[in-house]
């Protein structure tokens, strides 16, 4: 169990261009969510999906924002024209459905700068 | 809709002292609770948790206890040690939550001196 990896760790970019992170959860784990930081602040839900459907989505999630989980297990989140307000944490956890308290594990966060 | 508040930091306490941390929600129905840990540089890894009213969560010395009387759940530990020093999230899990998100406080950061 080599736990939730996320990639990159950090990540710098200027106003308008485009960013993609990746998330890679637990090998088992067949829900994915993926949560906003900014900082002093607690995560903010974005989305989730169950193996490759994506089944909620916040309104905090902007038509800029998209995710994917193709095959049901790493998943992407897509930010298009990047704007200053979307410098955050971007968190990935996963969790096994069928688990008794379905525990959420996070990964250790992607850091995007918009410059 | 849920919402979860905490006291805010820092805290700052000495080696051995009484830690509380104080945690409320508001959500519909009976919510699952959770304590969560940021240590420096690293993800958020769960402390505890409750599932119904007066149970009670323990971990590593951590306790809280899920009050639906007064919609709390306070964090405590009797002597906190330096290595405690992190940011402490209060969260709830919404009853009929067929997604689980999870529904986060704004964190508490404790630093514990020496």
């Known amino acids: 169990d080599t736990g939730v990896s996320q990639d990159p760790r950090h990540k710098i970019t200027k106003r308008g261009q485009n960013v993609t992170f990746r998330c890679d959860p637990i090998?088992?784990?067949?829900?994915l969510y993926w949560y906003r930081q900014t900082l002093g602040q607690g995560p903010e839900f974005l989305t989730y999906?169950?193996?490759?459907?994506?089944?909620?989505k916040s309104r905090l999630l902007s038509d800029r924002f998209s995710a994917e989980r193709p095959k049901g297990s790493f998943s992407t989140l897509e930010i298009q024209r990047t704007e200053q307000g979307d410098s955050a944490m971007y968190l990935c956890?996963?969790?096994?459905?069928?688990?008794?308290?379905?525990?959420?594990?996070f990964g250790p966060g992607t850091r995007l700068t918009v410059l | 809709g849920n919402s979860v508040t905490q006291m805010e930091g820092p805290v700052t306490l000495s080696e051995e002292a009484f830690l509380t941390i104080n945690c409320t929600y508001t959500?519909?129905?009976?919510?699952?609770l959770f304590w969560y840990v940021q240590y420096p540089g690293e993800g958020l890894q769960l402390l505890l948790k409750a599932t119904k009213a007066d149970d009670k969560g323990s971990n590593k010395g951590f306790e809280a206890t899920y009050r639906k009387e007064t919609t709390s759940f306070h964090l405590e530990k009797g002597s906190v040690q330096v290595s405690d020093s992190a940011v402490y999230f209060c969260?709830?899990?919404?009853?009929?939550?067929?997604?689980?998100?999870?529904?986060f406080g704004g964190g508490t950061r404790l630093m514990v001196k020496p």
């Open positions: 956890a996963s969790s096994l459905r069928t688990s008794t308290y379905n525990e959420q594990f």
């Open positions: 959500a519909t129905g009976y919510p699952s």
């Open positions: 090998s088992e784990h067949n829900r």
């Open positions: 969260a709830l899990r919404g009853f009929n939550n067929a997604g689980n998100m999870l529904t």
């Open positions: 999906f169950q193996n490759e459907a994506q089944l909620e």
